[in-house]
């Protein structure tokens, strides 16, 4: 896969433990495997994106199975489109490219997220990925790298995306239904105001091939489960503290996933 110097978009080679440009910038392998190609002009905070008590938390969380059914809907909308080279933009620990790479062995994955501990813990998971740290707002690709995108409860660039998607290339949006985690949102907030959200955005240079509304009920039971959850989730940031306080106290938590998924065409 041909990645991009994020300084001055020459082509990078990989010389040994590094990634270098004619220009001389270079990007060091770290031992765990993944290329860190933010540069100190794009992050915004020292260590920007989720925590790395965040990524343990979604770590534990995911690899419980809680929302296997999610990464099930994302190979069925995938798999029948056969990609060569896909890309997770806000890929987190690595948990839904790692389950459709086991669908898909000869296919090429690349996963980027601008969490540094994210792609640390997503490099340990899976070897046979190529994990970047970096910001899906500038992607270190050339144009047409990919057939297709995955964003996951991510962030949506249209137009970088449809920058390294080749033509007729897919990108697949998942994201949080309105009555997503309501069973949390109860007992965490006093009252629950709805936002109307866009569910299925217009995308300048992309066409909405299908839609679904994934719909599960689980449950968790352990405190230990029920934060991962919350630390999954903006209401980390929102929480009260007589919120968490409630949700300290609470030992089982039923509640139901409502999951989005726009699968796009690019024009
Ligand atoms: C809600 S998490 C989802 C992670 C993963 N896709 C999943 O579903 O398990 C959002 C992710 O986006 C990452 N992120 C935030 N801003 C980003 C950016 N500009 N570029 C790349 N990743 C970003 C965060 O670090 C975090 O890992
Ligand atoms: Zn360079």
Same mark, same amino acid.
């Given at each position: ?10 082509? !990078?080679?990989?010389?040994?433990? !590094?990634?270098?440009?004619? +220009? /001389? ?17 794009? $992050? ?33 909308? !995938? @798999? ?22 086991? $669908? ?6 690349? /996963?980027? %997220?601008? *969490? ?22 500038? &992607?270190?690709?050339?144009? /047409? ?33 309105? %009555?997503? &985690?309501? /069973? #949390? $949102? ?12 866009? #569910? ?21 039971? *352990? ?21 968490? +306080?409630? @949700? ?20």
């Amino acid at each position: 896969m041909q990645l991009l110097c994020p300084v001055c978009q020459m082509e !990078l080679k990989k010389v040994d433990r !590094l990634w270098r440009c004619e +220009q /001389g910038h270079s990007f060091d392998i770290a031992r765990q495997g993944y290329v860190n190609l933010l540069t100190v002009d794009k $992050k915004h905070a020292r260590h920007p994106g989720d925590t790395k008590e965040q990524v343990a938390a979604r770590k534990a969380f995911l690899d419980s199975g809680y929302y296997a059914p999610i990464a099930e809907t994302v190979c069925e909308m !995938l @798999l029948p489109h056969a990609p060569k080279a896909v890309l997770d933009a806000g890929c987190g620990e690595g948990y839904y490219l790692t389950c459709l790479q086991d $669908k898909l062995p000869q296919t090429e994955f690349a /996963g980027i %997220d601008i *969490s540094k501990d994210a792609v640390r813990f997503a490099a340990v998971r899976n070897k046979q990925a190529l994990w970047l740290t970096g910001t899906a707002a500038a &992607l270190p690709f050339p144009d /047409g790298s990919f057939d297709a995108v995955l964003s996951m409860f991510a962030l949506t660039v249209e137009q970088e995306f449809a920058r390294v998607l080749q033509d007729g290339g897919k990108y697949l949006q998942v994201i949080a239904g309105e %009555d997503h &985690l309501m /069973g #949390l $949102k109860k007992i965490i907030y006093p009252e629950i105001l709805r936002k109307e959200k866009n #569910l299925h955005p217009h995308l300048a240079g992309f066409r909405l091939l299908e839609t679904r509304t994934l719909e599960f009920p689980f449950t968790v039971t *352990s405190t230990e489960q029920i934060q991962n959850l919350l630390s999954m989730t903006p209401h980390f940031w929102r929480i009260s503290k007589e919120g968490a +306080q409630r @949700l300290q106290q609470t030992q089982t938590l039923t509640d139901t996933a409502q999951v989005i998924f726009n699968l796009y065409c690019k024009e």
